[in-house]
């Protein structure tokens, strides 16, 4: 049987999108679930539109009380029970009630070469900084922000008129290639991080 696969997401989705599109053939892990904390995020359409179940669970009623907003989150993941949850472009800091309850289960990926650049702002960090390779990270999801085990990370070379837009962009190719690399690895417990160069 397949393993359950939730995705979250806060935007466009076009992680989740690669994600989705790479669970097909003899994948081991099917997509069940697309939830955002945004009505408006534009990638619940692309779920659906491939006809994948979605959800909302906003946060905004939620403010000041995060303890109610993670119940929420897990009853709502707990209807579809997840073998694996994939966070892509997932903008909530999360407390234990959530991390807790799916400990080993949660991927992220995050658009710098961690342990660079944990946080927002990636991009204009590495360009201010002068760096020639900039890139993503996929990795387990712990208590501490952007810093759980590593599983992959893509480089992409940095270039001398690059604006954080324009970095964005190629780091975002980067992450649509590397997450379903790791996502397959991560199903079939291969944990040994893997590194992609993309020119
Ligand atoms: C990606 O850059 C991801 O790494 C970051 O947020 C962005 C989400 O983009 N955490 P998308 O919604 O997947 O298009």
Do not use: F, I, V
């Given at each position: 049987m397949s393993l359950r696969v939730a995705i979250l997401i806060s935007g466009g989705g076009s992680n989740m999108v690669s994600l989705v599109d790479s669970?097909?053939?003899?994948?081991p892990a099917r997509p069940v679930l697309v939830l955002s904390?945004?009505?408006?995020?534009?990638?619940l359409a692309k779920a659906a539109a491939r006809g994948i179940k979605t959800s909302v669970v906003d946060h905004r009623p939620y403010k000041g009380d995060r303890k109610a907003f993670e119940t929420e989150l897990n009853a709502t993941l707990d209807e579809v029970a997840p073998d694996i949850i994939c966070h892509a472009g997932f903008m909530r800091i999360l407390t234990e009630q959530y991390l807790d309850h799916w400990q080993g289960k949660m991927i992220n990926i995050h658009?710098?070469?961690?342990?660079?650049?944990?946080?927002?702002n990636t991009h204009a960090r590495a360009l201010q900084a002068g760096d020639t390779m900039a890139g993503c990270t996929v990795h387990e999801v712990t208590a501490e922000l952007d810093a759980g085990p590593m599983l992959g990370q893509a480089q992409v070379p940095v270039m001398t008129d690059d604006t954080p837009e324009t970095l964005a962009t190629r780091v975002l190719k980067a992450e649509h290639q590397l997450y379903p690399a790791v996502l397959r690895r991560f199903a079939v417990h291969e944990y040994a991080p893997i590194h992609m160069n993309i020119v």
């Open positions: 669970m097909t053939g003899d994948h904390n945004n009505t408006d995020a534009g990638g658009p710098s070469l961690l342990p660079k650049y944990p946080g927002l």
